[in-house]
């Protein structure tokens, strides 16, 4: 694009109109942020994120470029919001289903196996509990809300605040130009898009502690642990075909709630902080677009990936309008959606 832009417009102020804000921020453009909601909060689907930035373990069902773009997520957080934990992730099984650990191994990289006394190295609370494992060293995570504050706050610092104020999608009336970033309310717009239910627990087990994320893998339900400090963990996620977004299941709670016991009998004591269900914004590859339609853009569908994807996203975005380079996962007069 690279043309003299004013009154640009970032409508939402999830993880995804947080990060474009952010990147236009530091390259001198001026813009608006808008959130009917008024900013993070349980209202967002990114508040509750897992906040793992772990490309090479997405990518064992994931496409190529979510591995790729993924890598840049960890740096971008800790310039821009200072909360990256570099412990790596670590991806287990109980005994009964080591074969779904050769699996997992066979279609990810950047990860070396570790037995059992390497294991209690890292994680001392594991010690015994499992016996094989695969660690990926370069992985990181996040507290996301801690991390959607900061970029909040860090352009509030620079005169731009979320101002509380509804946008008629549909009405056509909006002056300048527009960046819509509203996630699963954009489907009014974006009819290829779709919802994807997940649903999350957050405990508080003082008596455990972990550094880093646990994937524990399960042929039927597999989760991740991953630790928020001072005893607390959020525990996810589920991953349902439905843009219904405010009912855990019963199901989902037990099959959450067990693995974690059968990962460590400690869970079985935990004080239950929360459960929440939301809906991921999702087009039919589960690969994010940024999309000129109708005369405005849209930055949608990153799926299960915001934290991963949005800072590389946003980095394609402000690109595009401030140097012409058109992004990678652009989509241009797509009116066919």
Not at 85 to 105: K, P, W, Y
Not at 205 to 218: A, G
Not at 285 to 303: A, E, K, M, S, T
Not at 318 to 330: F, H, S, Y
Request: aromatic share 6%; glycine share 10%.
């Amino acid at each position: 694009m690279a043309e003299a832009l004013s009154d640009v417009t970032i409508v939402g102020a999830g993880v995804a109109g947080l990060c474009v804000a952010t990147e236009l921020a530091a390259r001198g453009v001026s813009l608006r942020l808008l959130d009917v909601g008024g900013g993070p909060g349980a209202q967002s689907c990114s508040w509750w994120a897992g906040g793992m930035l772990a490309p090479f373990c997405e990518a064992e069902t994931a496409e190529e470029p979510v591995r790729r773009l993924g890598k840049e997520s960890a740096n971008w957080w800790e310039r821009h919001a200072g909360c990256v934990s570099r412990e790596g992730s670590l991806v287990v099984t109980l005994a009964r289903d080591r074969r779904e650990l050769d699996r997992f191994a066979r279609r990810t990289e950047g990860h070396r196996p570790l037995g059992q006394d390497e294991i209690g190295q890292l994680e001392p609370d594991l010690e015994g509990r499992v016996t094989d494992a695969l660690f990926f060293a370069q992985e990181a995570h996040l507290d996301p809300r801690a991390a959607l504050v900061a970029l909040r706050d860090g352009l509030a610092r620079q005169g731009i605040p979320i101002e509380r104020e509804f946008f008629d999608a549909a009405s056509g009336q909006a002056q300048g130009f527009v960046i819509d970033c509203r996630g699963f309310a954009a489907r009014d717009q974006l009819r290829d898009l779709r919802g994807v239910k997940g649903e999350m627990v957050m405990l508080r087990s003082p008596d455990l502690v972990l550094r880093r994320p646990i994937r524990l893998l399960h042929p039927r339900h597999p989760l991740y642990i991953v630790p928020r400090g001072e005893g607390a963990f959020m525990l996810g996620a589920t991953q349902i075909e439905s843009g219904e977004r405010n009912r855990v299941s019963v199901r989902s709670l037990m099959e959450l709630l067990s693995a974690a016991f059968a990962l460590h009998p400690a869970f079985g004591e935990a004080e239950v902080l929360e459960t929440a269900a939301d809906v991921r914004p999702a087009f039919p590859d589960n690969l994010p677009r940024i999309r000129r339609q109708g005369g405005r853009i849209y930055v949608n569908g990153l799926f299960r990936h915001g934290f991963l994807l949005a800072p590389a996203v946003a980095r394609q975005l402000a690109d595009w309008i401030t140097t012409g380079e058109k992004p990678e996962v652009m989509e241009e007069n797509d009116d066919a959606h």
